[in-house]
């Protein structure tokens, strides 16, 4: 089942991807895809009647996707998961998952624009696996426990500033949370569609120039691991999205080093995720 929001930025409706591609309007059903969604028997409901979905009025055509989650109360973010990208950062294999946030205010539409932040020189492109979480989880007793926490899973693209990452002092967040710096969606797959998420392709264009290309097969720390591992800390609320790295191949990482300007365009997919396209614009 492929979860879709779509309208106006803040006025987002519930929808679902049919059969034929259609996007199907849900408002009448339920009101948004939240915490209280998620934290109650909101996916239940959908399968319902995503049976049927002759019966939902079509979305109108061209309609602008949101992300296809509302805003979270946490964007978590899991970095250097793949061992090929630590590298090329000339960072060291992490023992533990590497946590850090995202502000929620950054998470947008999987076609918005990305905007270069004022001063920026140093924007930064990384295509990731989104995990979103179904239902709250605090000290699971296992990665298969996990399981049973997941809603489903979508594209992101963790946008980053490296300048005000790695050069300003402190956590790496401030350079991570600028507007629009974490483009979602265009859907939300639910886990049966997507029996094994560490065998899913992932490639980022810049351009029309492939930049990243990689796998999950390729993750330090799996899907099931990073749920179980952050529970043991933090309560995981519904809705909640996690980001679980990047492969090889980010602007930091090429020689030169080669970051993102106006007018660029970022084209991102995952197997059976879908795809973005975002073009790049002053902030």
């Known amino acids: 089942m492929k ?3 779509f309208g106006a930025r803040g006025a987002e409706k519930p929808g679902l991807v049919a059969a034929d591609g259609r996007i199907k309007d849900c408002s009448a059903h339920v ?3 939240d915490h209280a969604f998620f934290a109650g028997d909101g996916l239940e409901r959908v399968r319902s009647f995503a049976a049927r979905p002759d019966r939902l009025p079509d979305a109108p055509a061209g309609v602008r996707l949101g992300a296809p989650v509302a805003r979270p109360r946490n964007v978590f973010a899991i970095g250097l998961n793949y061992s090929d990208h630590a590298k090329e950062t000339g960072a060291a294999i992490p023992a533990e998952p590497i946590l850090f946030m995202k502000a929620t205010s950054a998470v947008c539409g999987p076609h918005d624009p990305i905007l270069i932040p004022r001063g920026s020189e140093k924007t930064d492109w990384e295509v990731e696996l989104g995990v979103v979480i179904g239902r709250d989880a605090h000290y699971l007793p296992s990665k298969e426990a996990a399981r049973g926490h997941i809603a489903g899973y979508c594209v992101a693209n963790d946008v ?3 300048s005000f990452q790695l050069e300003h002092g402190g956590q790496w967040s401030k350079g991570k949370s600028s507007l629009n710096f974490l483009p979602l969606g265009p859907w939300l797959v ?3 569609d ?3 998420p560490q065998q899913l392709g992932l490639r980022l264009d810049v351009n029309g120039t492939r930049r990243q290309t990689g796998t999950t097969a390729s993750m330090i720390f799996d899907v099931l691991h990073i749920v179980h591992y952050l529970s043991q800390f933090l309560v995981l609320e519904a809705g909640d999205v996690i ?4 492969p090889p191949g980010v602007g930091m990482g090429m020689k030169p080093p080669q970051f993102l300007r106006a007018g ?3 084209e991102l997919a995952i197997d059976g995720l879908g795809s973005q396209r975002s073009v ?3 902030g």
């Open 3 to 5: 979860l879709v929001r």
């Open 31 to 33: 009101a948004d895809y």
């Open 160 to 162: 980053s500033e490296r």
């Open 190 to 192: 639910t886990p049966d």
């Open 194 to 196: 997507i029996p094994d």
């Open 243 to 246: 980001i679980t790295g990047t």
């Open 264 to 266: 660029d365009v970022v």
């Open 280 to 282: 790049c614009e002053p």
